[in-house]
């Protein structure tokens, strides 16, 4: 067999060129690029090798690694799981900022593969530069703290453990009922390592991504549970968009009458506007959904993880009467909510269901009508929202006086509600914009009220929720949908944790567009306090001397060489929209929005830790709630 001297820095970069994948009869390469932060533990090795063939793949020079990570899973996830961009980082503290990201692709199941440098593995130099010690063993180093994020993790000592490591990755990372985080860290001696490896190697490799049939008794399971049903709901997960099983939704929904609700994830796997549409469920979900969801006597819940978010703590459906029934290609995931399990791909399923359904009909009448009806007029509603200086009532209510509320209107110098303004937003753009968010109050309102369009332009990151993916990510949506205008909804708080690849954007002309919502604080946060009986302590952003503190954002993205725009009225919103759409370069609109006026509400619970010891009789009510609550709901 012919053998090929190459590095293991070389051999992993002409591997990664010759993945492919193979997908209702399309092929096309896995891996489309590599982002890269270089340091001395990755920069001789997998720098050198890049620098001397990198084939097909787009390299790109991040800015920092958690940012750079966060835009390769918003690409993944657009790109519907399809395709990956790989991230290489140096060793120590530039593998350890990978960890909040590396939390984030798994608990999206996003394939991506993180490849950060690790110590030396003859340890002749030892302690090298940024390597942690432990007593109790020389083996631990900064990339042990990747495993409990990674989907699949290795470490690289020798450079023939190269390749049974690379096809373990692409296995999990290809296979949609574990895609998540591969996570290879390779020693910084061994990436420059020379292997005399076997050529076979490096041949193109298809991945195949079947969908998975259910079998005759799943189906026949299915089917007799939903014709016994009177009102069966479908919760629409992430799963089901992965799966881009759109139009037999939307088939069986229609023929069926059964009402959709969506999770985060599986927003925008059918547009907003579909008439059985009704939108977000649980915590975040709208009236119309919420209603549903306690009616169910069937729960359909197609590729989802049921978190906390989407169940209301498992307080959304009444417990006595609800069956459930699960689809999903994970059986950890089919398992939840004690279903009856179907283990297989959404689309496929659905299809096969299809003829076993002819001729039932739920009992939800035009009860479904009724319900969007209603939540459209909410909406609507929400939209004109307007402030006034003498009595004021916001959507979060009873936290601020009106005292306090002008005091912001005055420093912020706006009067503009974030409802009013984020509808504003939904209404100018274009409607096959993709958005991105992920953290804050805007990932809840967006659930809510943002109709999405069209499919697959809804990019929120809602299982980890991680401050920073807002802005990061929106340059990997841009990679992906390079003809599209993107949008971050972004809060301050996540605005100030991390932007480091909205630089990057401007540095490769990917242009995206920032809306940030500035209320100056952490408000979700300060609503979560204050709705739990605390008062409002250390979650407003305040001076040393309790002044409100006010940041001229525009300013801050002038600097790095952004179009900017500052807006404090729906007006000077939708003519910034407007200017922005014509721009080569990447823009920010710094819109200043008073507290408490985003959504609230809905018939929604979360159960989130409250003290049970406190002096203030607020708490303790709030205490005493929450065990009363936890009487209703699934214990598991
Ligand atoms: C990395 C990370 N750290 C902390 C949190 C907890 N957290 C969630 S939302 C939030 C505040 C968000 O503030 P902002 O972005 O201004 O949004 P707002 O709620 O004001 O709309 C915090 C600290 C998180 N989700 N992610
Ligand atoms: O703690 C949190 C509260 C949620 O309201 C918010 O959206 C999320 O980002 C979070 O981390
Ligand atoms: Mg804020």
């Known amino acids: 067999m012919g053998k090929i001297r190459l590095t293991t820095a070389q051999a992993l970069i002409k591997f990664l060129n ?23 533990g990755n920069v001789l090795g997998i720098g050198q090798a890049l620098e001397e063939y990198s084939g097909h793949l787009k390299v790109i020079q991040g800015k920092n690694e958690q940012g750079m990570a966060h835009a390769a899973i918003a690409y993944s996830k657009q790109m519907l799981r399809q395709k990956i961009y790989a991230v290489t980082t ?21 394939p991506v593969l993180f490849i950060p440098g690790d110590t030396f593995a003859t340890r002749q130099p030892d302690p090298v530069l940024q390597q942690v010690e432990q007593e109790y063993s020389l083996a631990v180093t900064t990339n042990d703290a990747l495993k409990p994020v990674s989907r699949y993790w290795d470490r690289i000592t020798r450079p023939e453990q190269l390749m049974s490591s690379l096809l373990r990755a692409f296995e999990v990372m290809t296979d949609p009922g574990k895609a998540g985080p591969a996570t290879i860290c390779i020693a910084q001696d061994v990436e420059g390592e020379a292997f005399d490896y076997d050529e076979k190697f490096f041949e193109k490799r298809i991945h195949y991504i079947d969908r998975k049939a259910p079998v005759e008794r799943e189906l026949k399971g299915a089917a007799d549970l939903i014709r016994a049903s009177k009102k069966p709901v ?15 939704l939307v088939e069986l929904s229609e023929k069926h009458n059964i009402p959709l609700v969506e999770t985060q994830a599986g927003k925008a796997t059918v547009e907003s506007n579909f008439k059985n549409n009704l939108g977000g469920m649980g915590i975040t979900g709208t009236l119309a959904a919420n209603k549903a969801a306690r009616q169910a006597d069937l729960f359909i819940g197609i590729g989802t993880r049921y978190t906390d978010f989407a169940t209301s703590s498992k307080t959304a459906f009444n417990f ?34 299809a003829p076993l359904l002819e001729g039932y009909e739920s009992d939800f009448g035009n009860e479904i009508a009724q319900l969007k009806e209603e939540w459209t007029a909410e909406r609507n509603r929400l939209s004109q929202v307007t402030f006034n200086s003498e009595n004021f009532v916001p959507e979060v209510k009873n936290h601020f006086s009106q005292e306090v509320l002008n005091e912001y209107a005055d420093a912020l110098n706006t009067e503009l509600p974030q409802t009013t303004a984020l509808l504003a937003v939904n209404d100018t753009i274009s409607p096959d914009s993709v ?39 929106a340059l990997g949506v841009k990679l992906a949908e390079p003809t599209k205008e993107v949008y971050s909804l972004v809060g301050d708080g996540s605005f100030l944790m991390l932007h480091s690849e909205f630089i990057t954007s401007i540095q490769y002309g990917q242009k995206i567009n920032i809306v940030l919502f500035d209320n100056s604080g952490f408000g979700c946060i300060n609503n979560l306090q204050m709705d739990h009986g605390g008062g409002s302590y250390f979650c407003e952003f305040r001076t040393h001397d ?65 003290a049970e010891v406190s002096n203030k009789e607020s708490i303790q009510r709030a205490a005493e709630f929450r065990k009363q609550k936890l009487e209703t709901a699934k214990q598991y």
């Not at 530039?94 to 798994?106: E, F, H, I, V």
């Not at 399990?341 to 096969?352: F, G, N, P, R, S």
């Open 234 to 248: 479908i919760l629409v997960g992430g799963g089901a968009k992965y799966s881009q099983a759109r139009d037999i």
């Open 320 to 353: 006595e009467q609800t069956k459930f029934l699960n689809i999903n290609v994970s059986r950890m995931q089919a398992y939840k909510m004690d279903a009856f399990q179907v283990v297989a791909d959404a689309k496929t399923t659905l299809e096969q269901l």
């Open 18 to 40: 010759q993945q492919y994948i193979h997908v209702d009869g399309e092929e096309f390469p896995f891996v489309e690029g590599i982002f890269n932060v270089f340091g001395h």
């Open 90 to 110: 140096s060793v120590g503290p530039g593998s350890a900022n990978l960890a909040a990201a590396a939390g984030t692709a798994l608990a999206n199941n996003i």
């Open 435 to 473: 958005i991105i968010t992920a953290a804050g109050s805007l990932p809840g309102d967006v659930q809510r009220i943002w109709n999405t369009a069209e499919p697959n332009t809804y990019n929120v990151e809602y299982g980890y929720s991680c401050m920073g993916y807002e802005v990061s990510g």
């Open 546 to 610: 309790n002044k409100i503190l006010t940041i001229d954002y525009a300013k801050v993205a002038e600097g790095y060489g952004a179009k900017t725009y500052r807006v404090n009225t729906v007006e000077g919103l939708k003519a910034a929209l407007e200017d922005a759409k014509k721009q080569k370069v990447s823009t920010l609109i710094d819109i200043k929005v008073l507290p408490k006026t985003m959504t609230d509400g809905y018939e929604s619970w979360w159960n989130v830790g409250v």
